[in-house]
């Protein structure tokens, strides 16, 4: 099957401080990886889109300066919250997919506090 | 606009007993719409995905159905399990190839013994 994995699961950091979450793909090479916040109760928020080599493609709203992601290989992304404030606590989740593939698996998933 | 919703919202049901999960989307043009279950603190995990022409799919005791015509899909789930409560999210791609996918809101299935 095809594995996502996050480091780490959960996080407390303290503010301004900054945090890197991992995702890797750990039995198959993933040309894009997607970078999701979820809420409590909510569905998942498309942060930003790494492809492999470039540079992300962040949404609307969403401070790249802030949210800094890498993808430098084909199997690991990581996304940096940098100057963490009580309000970006929340839960990350990444998801890669195949290379020509639509199938997007997800990663387990981060719980961030930042007190 | 492309949208995707889900209904009910939130869902209780007897250990053993079976249940069915609305979505009804807007996007077009459509692709492929996929069921998750996310456990809660966990990353969603693919059920089943239909394209344009499947009308139904089963992974054990999951059943999803598509109808394009009307832009509606369901999840039946049978003989319900605790193991069973998670939120269940409906996804929908407009393209084969791209990186959109549109998000239900969910339908969270909390399964009492």
């Known amino acids: 099957g095809a594995v996502v994995s996050q480091h780490p699961s959960w996080v407390i950091c303290k503010s301004g401080t900054s945090v890197k979450i991992e995702c890797r793909s750990l039995d198959f090479q993933a040309t894009t990886m997607f970078w999701y916040r979820q809420f409590p109760k909510q569905s998942l928020m498309l942060m930003a889109t790494s492809n492999e080599g470039s540079k992300a493609t962040y949404e609307q709203g969403v401070e790249k300066d802030k949210f800094l992601i890498n993808h430098a290989s084909l199997t690991l992304s990581t996304l940096t919250v940098t100057s963490a404030h009580p309000e970006d606590s929340s839960f990350y989740i990444c998801?890669?997919?195949?290379?020509?593939?639509?199938?997007?698996?997800f990663g387990q998933g981060t719980r961030l506090t930042v007190v | 606009k492309n949208q995707v919703e889900q209904s009910p919202q939130s869902l209780i049901i007897l250990e053993g007993k079976n249940c069915t999960l609305q979505?009804?989307?807007?996007?077009?043009?459509?692709?492929?719409l996929r069921w998750y279950k996310q456990d809660t603190g966990r990353g969603p995990v693919s059920l089943t995905i239909?394209?344009?022409?499947?009308n139904t799919k089963s992974n054990g005791r999951y059943t999803a159905t598509l109808d394009a015509d009307t832009k509606q899909s369901s999840l039946h789930i049978t003989a319900s399990q605790l193991s069973d409560s998670a939120s269940y999210i409906c996804v929908v791609s407009p393209t084969n190839t791209g990186n959109q996918f549109y998000f239900g809101t969910g339908t969270s299935l909390t399964v009492i013994p």
């Open positions: 239909m394209t344009f022409s499947e």
């Open positions: 979505c009804n989307y807007t996007v077009s043009p459509f692709s492929n």
């Open positions: 998801s890669a997919r195949r290379v020509f593939n639509t199938e997007a698996f």
